[in-house]
């Protein structure tokens, strides 16, 4: 190579450019987690990757103009095809193939599930502490946002479908699949299994092809998927779906494992982080300081002082679950006033939360021809 740099550097400094970045960290941690998910060939073919999908040809020629070797197609194809499979970069779903880069997450590291290793988890904790959590928080359009139980809803209430997961599980004309939760299996790695639930069979997909074609996931009837939910409610799980009004996937999370709950949790107001329409209120008067709420809450946001329960609406995202539980009926949800419509796909997120990242102007330049109408 004639770069000064290694090209796992190089790499990590690519990666950092797409929405969710991969930053650097003073212990370099990060360039652990990509040698882990790449070796040195894969590296340099995932160098000539962008967001946008590229055909074979395409990358074939990016290869050679940054590298200065000529690959065949045949042999990129399969390097391609087993990085695809190993989980480490995206695939359009119909052939003829195109490729492009997976952010680390959502994305690298969900595609990882049932391939694991105790390492690889510490690696991960450690860069989630040293850099990815402020990333991965920085941009003030969330990955997931947190969508009320139903039960917790008063019928009166007229809840928008995209706040509404019941609904969109029974309107979906996409094939639905159900997943290993990533995180649970990677904090049992640890020693760490989950305190809520012991099927960690709960992580929700729309039309994922990538996960059926690794085996990671089996497509379910939308009857199943909504008997998963309402055990998800029962076990005090949270549903987190992805951000946008056709949601790509909901996650059905806890205050254990989940990723992105135990990170916004270490932040003074994890409200903030995580997009939400409803928060709870509770009725003094009717609570008997039972705490069962206390139990249910993921984000640590109830606690009890003098005899009754008190909320504190930095911590709160308004998933229900202490409301669904009372038995005082003491708790209930109400609608924000300012209310967070999620954008129109995963595409228009993932544009939204890049152009706040490298600004407007140079957004709508060259990243737009390269962007719209493709794929993430």
């Known amino acids: 190579m004639h770069h000064k740099k290694n090209v796992y550097r190089l790499l990590q400094e690519h990666l950092d450019k797409l929405p969710i970045g991969f930053p650097k960290t003073d212990s370099g ?23 946008g999908n590229a055909s ?10 940054k590298f200065g070797e000529v690959i065949e197609v045949e042999e990129l194809s399969s390097i391609l095809n087993k990085m695809y499979l190993g989980g480490s970069i995206n695939r359009s779903k119909k052939e003829p193939f195109k490729y492009s880069n997976a952010m680390l997450a959502i994305g690298m590291f969900e595609y990882q599930l049932g391939h694991l290793n105790k390492e690889f988890m510490q690696w991960m904790h450690q860069y989630f502490d040293e850099g990815f959590n402020d990333e991965f ?66 992580c929700i997909s729309f039309g994922a092809s990538s996960y059926l074609d690794r085996g990671q996931a089996r497509e379910i009837s939308k009857e199943e998927c909504l008997d ?55 009725d003094k008067e009717a609570c008997n300081g039972c705490s069962v709420c206390v139990k249910r809450c993921q984000m640590d946001a109830i606690a009890i002082e003098d005899k009754k329960a008190g909320i504190d609406l930095d911590r709160c995202i308004g998933c229900g679950l202490c409301v669904t539980t009372c038995k005082k009926e003491a708790i209930s949800l109400l609608e924000m006033k300012k209310k967070t419509i999620p954008p129109k796909n995963a595409v228009t997120l993932y544009l939204g939360i890049l152009s706040e990242k490298v600004g407007k102007q140079k957004m709508m ?12």
């Open 29 to 51: 941690v990060e360039i652990k987690i990509l040698q882990h998910l790449f070796n040195s060939i894969e590296a340099k073919v995932a160098l000539c990757l962008s967001l």
């Open 56 to 65: 074979l040809l395409r990358i074939q020629k990016r290869f050679k103009h």
């Open 137 to 202: 928080f920085r941009s003030s359009l969330p990955q997931l946002r947190t969508s009320p139980h139903m039960q917790a809803i008063v019928p009166e209430y007229n809840i928008a479908t995209y706040d509404n997961m019941r609904k969109i599980v029974k309107e979906t004309s996409k094939s639905i699949a159900v997943a290993n939760c990533v995180c649970k299996e990677g904090e049992a790695l640890l020693g760490k299994s989950c305190k809520q639930t012991k099927d960690i069979e709960v």
């Open 228 to 282: 998963i939910m309402d055990r998800a409610e029962r076990e005090g799980l949270v549903l987190q779906p992805g951000n946008s009004l056709q949601p790509f996937c909901i996650c059905l999370c806890c205050g254990c494992c989940c990723g992105v709950i135990t990170s916004a949790k270490k932040y003074d107001k994890p409200a903030e982080l995580i997009g939400h329409n409803f928060y709870a209120i509770i």
């Open 365 to 376: 330049g060259n990243m737009l021809k390269l962007l719209l109408g493709k794929q993430l």
